[in-house]
């Protein structure tokens, strides 16, 4: 974006740009969630809170994205240490590790949402309160195109002066 090589961006804050005119604008707040295959040999019901992760493979994004560092600073504020994670780049990834049953995926909700209603996933009920992920449209006004702007006003209803 910041060379002109792309008209805009779809990603999560926050943005980290020194680019002066840059428009950022937020499209939709996402919940995050833990998530295991619904025939899982771990036991949901023994996992009451962040804490009890600890002792179980958990499946999460890499480290360096906003929804990976929200989450290591709730582990860091109750103190726990994690030893058992597989880290994945994509979302798509880590529904796949789930689907394998390769442990407890941290994943946001409205990705899995389907497999939670077709009874493939079990959404695990921790009393924390998880972070939420803000999903924004990043771009350069004055370099959009006819192209790009007709999508971003006609899909996604955002008006572009």
Do not use: W
Not at 70 to 97: C, R, W, Y
Not at 109 to 130: A, Q, R, W
């Amino acid at each position: 974006l910041e060379q002109h090589e792309i008209d805009f961006i779809i990603d999560t804050s926050p943005i980290n740009t020194k680019i002066d005119n840059i428009m950022i604008q937020p499209l939709i707040e996402v919940n995050n969630c833990f998530v295991i295959k619904a025939d899982s040999s771990i036991f949901i019901d023994k996992i009451k809170s962040i804490s009890d992760l600890a002792n179980y493979p958990l499946v999460l994004p890499i480290k360096g994205t906003d929804n990976r560092k929200q989450l290591d600073k709730i582990f860091e504020k109750n103190n726990i240490e994690l030893n058992n994670v597989i880290n994945i780049h994509t979302s798509e990834m880590i529904v796949g590790a789930v689907k394998k049953d390769l442990g407890i995926g941290y994943i946001i909700y409205d990705v899995i949402k389907d497999n939670v209603e077709n009874g493939e996933f079990k959404m695990l009920n921790i009393k924390e309160k998880l972070p939420k992920i803000t999903i924004n449209l990043i771009y350069i006004e004055k370099y959009l195109t006819i192209a790009p702007k007709f999508f971003i006003e006609n899909y996604l209803n955002i008006n572009i002066n």
